[in-house]
């Protein structure tokens, strides 16, 4: 029997949630980190950084060139610029992004326009590793609906990206930022168009649950989880026994080198499923400890 306390997918699952909640703002906040001059962050300097966020949220051209990017047709584009308009346009998001730049150290380092390409990597990198700890702090502050919802939604996706992404967003541990990031816009390419607005406003809300200052929900304890476990078991059976390939599902899960790419669209397709269907305290207990697992 698999359960969720010894499956590689489960382990990693907290990061891949990350991944997918911040797609839409890294790039834009590369943009303006690779904008400020090459100094130390002073008080000027830091009032200039928050000027150039709320500058990009009223930059109507920029916006386009960045929702561009992620390839969408013109009514996901629509969405995807009002959600990043209302994102940038937040005071709190702007302060939370350039507190924890300054704090890095390596604000120089990601303005040194001396080595441009090493200074944007390393401020992609930066801003992703910011933008992923806010979502994912916030999306564990959700109420239980919203977050049996996000994981309806990924059960979908699941059947929906090309494989190559499935494998990204499981196999994390050997996965380069660009393949997460890349597997994060493909889930807005493949979602339906209002399944997508709900994405949006599910990662909305995540951040600003993060920038309300909403105390972290408590942890299921031992106990819980021993239920939790117990009932993911069997929801997990029910789901496999259901998938027309559940060898390969096992596969992938345990095995991730000897995996096709396609074995991880199963994988991810019956673990979701299987932990959105859970109901009542055990599904709750389950959800929450995968996003709150370190």
Same mark, same amino acid.
């Given at each position: 029997?698999v359960?969720?306390s010894?499956?590689?997918?489960i382990?990693?699952?907290r990061r ?5 909640m ?19 962050m002073?008080?000027?300097l830091?009032?200039?950084f ?15 060139a960045?929702?561009?990017l992620f390839g969408?047709?013109?009514e996901?584009?629509?969405?995807l610029?009002?959600?990043?308009v209302?994102?940038y346009?937040?005071a709190?998001f ?10 890095s150290?390596l ?10 390409p ?6 992609f990198s930066?801003?992703y ?15 239980n ?6 994981f309806?939604?990924m059960?979908?996706?699941f059947?929906r990206?090309?494989p190559?992404?499935c494998?990204a967003?499981i ?6 930022q660009?393949?997460?990031m890349?597997?994060?816009?493909a889930?807005?390419?493949?979602l ?11 990662s909305?809300l995540a951040? !600003?649950?993060? @920038?309300s200052?909403?105390?972290?929900r408590l #942890?299921p304890?031992g $106990?819980?989880m &021993? ?5 993911f078991?069997?929801?997990?059976q029910?789901e496999?026994?259901?998938s027309?390939?559940?060898e !390969?599902?096992? @596969?992938?899960?345990l095995?991730e080198?000897? #995996?096709?790419?396609? $074995?991880f669209? &199963?994988?991810?397709?019956?673990l979701f499923k299987?932990?959105?269907g ?13 996003l709150?697992?370190?």
């Amino acid at each position: 029997m698999v359960s969720a306390s010894n499956i590689t997918f489960i382990r990693h699952l907290r990061r891949f949630v990350a991944t997918i909640m911040t797609a839409t703002v890294l790039l834009s906040g590369t943009a303006v980190i690779l904008e400020s001059p090459a100094r130390a962050m002073s008080q000027e300097l830091r009032a200039e950084f928050l000027t150039g966020f709320a500058g990009l949220a009223r930059d109507q051209r920029q916006l386009k060139a960045i929702a561009g990017l992620f390839g969408l047709p013109p009514e996901r584009e629509a969405l995807l610029m009002d959600y990043l308009v209302d994102i940038y346009s937040d005071a709190d998001f702007a302060e939370r992004m350039v507190d924890e730049i300054a704090r890095s150290g390596l604000f120089e380092d990601v303005t040194d326009f001396r080595d441009q390409p090493d200074a944007m990597r390393m401020g992609f990198s930066l801003g992703y590793e910011i933008a992923s700890a806010l979502a994912i702090s916030g999306m564990a502050k959700m109420d239980n609906d919203d977050i049996q919802q996000f994981f309806v939604l990924m059960t979908q996706a699941f059947g929906r990206i090309a494989p190559h992404h499935c494998r990204a967003m499981i196999q994390e541990a050997s996965t380069s930022q660009q393949s997460m990031m890349a597997a994060g816009i493909a889930v807005m390419q493949e979602l339906d168009l209002d399944d997508l607005r709900t994405y949006l406003g599910l990662s909305r809300l995540a951040i !600003r649950l993060e @920038l309300s200052g909403r105390l972290p929900r408590l #942890a299921p304890n031992g $106990d819980q989880m &021993d239920l939790a476990n117990r009932a993911f078991e069997k929801a997990f059976q029910k789901e496999i026994e259901a998938s027309p390939r559940p060898e !390969r599902v096992l @596969l992938a899960l345990l095995n991730e080198n000897g #995996a096709r790419d396609e $074995d991880f669209c &199963d994988a991810g397709t019956v673990l979701f499923k299987a932990m959105a269907g859970m109901d009542g305290l055990p599904g709750q207990w389950m959800r929450l400890a995968a996003l709150q697992a370190g």
